[in-house]
């Protein structure tokens, strides 16, 4: 099957870390940009941050900037999104994405070509 495969979230206490990470499944994820998505209850999606195939350029949220870090290992055919000092406000349920061009992640009309399943990440207060 095609598509990426995303790692266990889970429960965290406010300050604290957790590091997703996102497997390419049926395909070879060096050409293509990652990015991270999240939506909380009864919001819509939130562009969390993105980074180019060969790690050249990362971009991010101001909502995460400082605090998340999104990273990849071609050779492992995973990208990564490492979270510190969670907030309440990050809970959600997180999903990466891929795309061969990093504007289709970065740009809210476009749909990036394979998604994850999907995680729930929930940090309390």
């Known amino acids: 099957q095609v598509g990426l495969v995303q790692s266990d979230g889970g429960l965290v206490q406010t300050g604290e870390s957790l590091s997703l990470s996102c497997a390419a499944s049926?395909?070879?994820?060096?050409?293509?940009?990652v990015g991270w998505f999240r939506q909380a209850p009864g919001k819509g999606r939130e562009f969390v941050g993105v980074i180019s195939w060969n790690s050249g350029t990362t971009y991010y949220a101001d909502s995460v900037k400082g605090r998340f870090t999104i990273s990849r290992d071609n050779a492992k055919n995973t990208a990564y999104l490492q979270m510190s000092s969670l907030e309440p406000e990050d809970t959600a349920v997180y999903y990466c994405a891929a795309d061969p061009k990093i504007a289709t992640i970065v740009v809210r009309s476009t749909t990036p070509r394979y998604w994850g399943q999907g995680t729930q990440v929930t940090v309390s207060s």
């Open positions: 049926g395909f070879s994820i060096d050409s293509y940009a």
